[in-house]
């Protein structure tokens, strides 16, 4: 069973934010988390009209906030024509009903609108199915809460009421499309690591960051494309990949992938995961940070942590501060010398400019160069195929030619080296004569 997707209507919703501070959580924290929160509820066309939030030692178990503050919220939502309430954290399905029976108006937390969102922006058959599949797995954990209020006909052992009909019902359905998406997600899958495998000679590179830092723009800076962009949170959720043939004339492939947020729903990491594939198996990630956002440490800290958690947490990295057209000089000037110090070989560029722009092209070579080899072959001169290969994967430094073998300096990539590695002792081996 498909079950429908929760869509916000366009135009008339208007929301109030809610965010909760706690003993364990600083308001700078809960401010900080509600600015990002009042972002994605613009991403998600809904007009902001009030943010409220309350000090509480912990969350209420039946109406997440204060049941007073619950009912004070429903007087400002009456007062200002607004239709939905937002919370910034998860509610339990008994929180949400509660909620939604206080103050009369639609109840929904961070996880919902992360997923609106994807929703929204997802174009692709795989990126659809990943988001249903999200979805899903989000209703199901929440099913048990939503059918308490339907009680027994009857007592007794084996004997259920209506409510625990449909629950059961209810998830036997969502379990059996669970399990065809994950099918059919498999299957695309397949058909992305077939074509994984048909590049992985070539030197790959990962664009990674947080939303909305400018990926898809350096994407198509460096690489003369048009991949579409918008000012938005999520505005691209399919990995994009492009090749780029370097100045040095090595063959490079880039890929940008899905921006990554401050509570992100695991689910949603997990249905995700192939995309985030490309991210796993590159050889190179550039994470994209906007210089221009006064949060700019906590997202990088949220990326670190979100690579560790899909286990790209030790790929070689270079760190460019986008956005720098953002600043005024002499705070650009000043941001940066602080930022050296904690990334001394990190870049500053303006995709929207092209300032510096050149230098993401400059430092990939530089790590490309240093993760080639200079070698010595000598190939007997009949063996074409293996010639031409060579010449095809690495720079030739220099040759010479006698009647049996071609004797050459090269500078390869690591990755052809090690996989022809035999070929190259055999050579040698063969070659002890040539001189």
């Keep these: 069973m498909e079950l429908p997707i929760h869509k916000i209507e366009q135009k008339q919703d208007r929301a109030i934010l809610v965010g909760l501070q706690t003993d364990e959580r600083s308001l700078y924290d809960v401010e900080e988390s509600l600015w990002e929160l009042e972002h994605l509820t613009r991403t998600a066309q809904v007009e902001v009209v009030q943010i409220e939030t309350q000090h509480?030692?912990?969350?209420?178990?039946?109406?997440?906030?204060?049941?007073?503050?619950?009912?004070?919220?429903?007087?400002?939502?009456k007062q200002r024509d607004a239709n939905i309430i937002i919370f910034d954290d998860n509610l339990t399905p008994s929180q949400d009903r509660n909620l939604s029976k206080v103050t009369k108006r639609r109840i929904i937390d961070r996880s919902q609108l992360i997923l609106d969102i994807f929703a929204q922006h997802a174009q692709t058959r795989q990126s659809k199915l990943q988001v249903e599949l999200a979805q899903l797995q989000y209703n199901l954990s929440r099913l048990k809460g939503q059918w308490t209020h339907l009680?027994?006909?009857?007592?007794?052992?084996?004997?259920?009421?209506?409510?625990?009909?449909?629950?059961?019902?209810?998830?036997?359905?969502?379990?059996?499309?669970?399990?065809?998406l994950k099918s059919k997600l498999e299957e695309i899958e397949r058909s992305n690591e077939t074509e994984r495998k048909s590049r992985k000679d070539i030197f790959s590179v990962s664009l990674v960051g947080y939303t909305n830092a400018g990926k898809s723009t350096i994407l198509n800076r460096i690489t003369s494309s048009n991949q579409y962009t918008a000012n938005q949170l999520f505005a691209t959720l399919e990995t994009t990949t492009r090749a780029k043939t370097l100045s040095t004339n090595d063959r490079i492939i880039i890929?940008?992938?899905?921006?990554?947020?401050?509570?992100?729903?695991?689910?949603?990491?997990?249905?995700?995961h192939a995309t985030l594939q490309e991210v796993i198996e590159a050889d190179l990630l550039l994470h994209i940070i906007d210089i221009s956002h006064p949060k700019l440490y906590e997202y990088i800290d949220t990326v670190f942590?979100?690579?560790?958690?899909?286990?790209a947490e030790n790929k070689?990295?270079?760190?460019?501060?986008?956005?720098?057209?953002?600043?005024?000089?002499?705070?650009?000037?000043?941001?940066?010398?602080?930022?050296?110090?904690?990334?001394?070989?990190?870049?500053?560029?303006?995709?929207?400019?092209?300032?510096?722009?050149n230098d993401i092209e400059i430092a990939v070579i530089d790590v490309l160069s240093r993760s080639k080899k200079e070698?010595?072959?000598?190939?007997?001169n009949n063996d074409q195929k293996f010639i031409s290969y060579i010449f095809d994967n690495s720079e030739i430094l220099n040759k010479r030619y006698n009647n049996e073998f071609v004797r050459m300096k090269i500078r390869i990539p690591l990755i052809f080296y090690k996989k022809q590695i035999k070929n190259f002792l055999r050579y040698q081996i063969r070659s002890k004569k040539f001189k």
């Design 255 to 272: 890929s940008d992938t899905i921006g990554f947020i401050r509570k992100i729903p695991p689910y949603l990491i997990a249905s995700f």
């Design 305 to 311: 942590h979100t690579l560790k958690d899909i286990g």
């Design 375 to 380: 070698v010595i072959v000598n190939i007997p």
């Design 316 to 357: 070689k990295m270079i760190m460019v501060f986008n956005k720098i057209d953002r600043l005024p000089r002499n705070k650009f000037l000043f941001i940066k010398k602080q930022l050296r110090l904690d990334y001394p070989d990190s870049l500053f560029v303006s995709a929207k400019t092209c300032e510096n722009i």
């Design 56 to 77: 509480r030692p912990t969350p209420h178990p039946a109406y997440f906030i204060g049941s007073g503050k619950a009912k004070e919220i429903a007087k400002f939502a």
């Design 151 to 180: 009680s027994r006909i009857e007592g007794g052992i084996g004997l259920r009421g209506p409510g625990e009909k449909q629950l059961e019902i209810d998830r036997r359905r969502i379990n059996d499309r669970i399990a065809h």
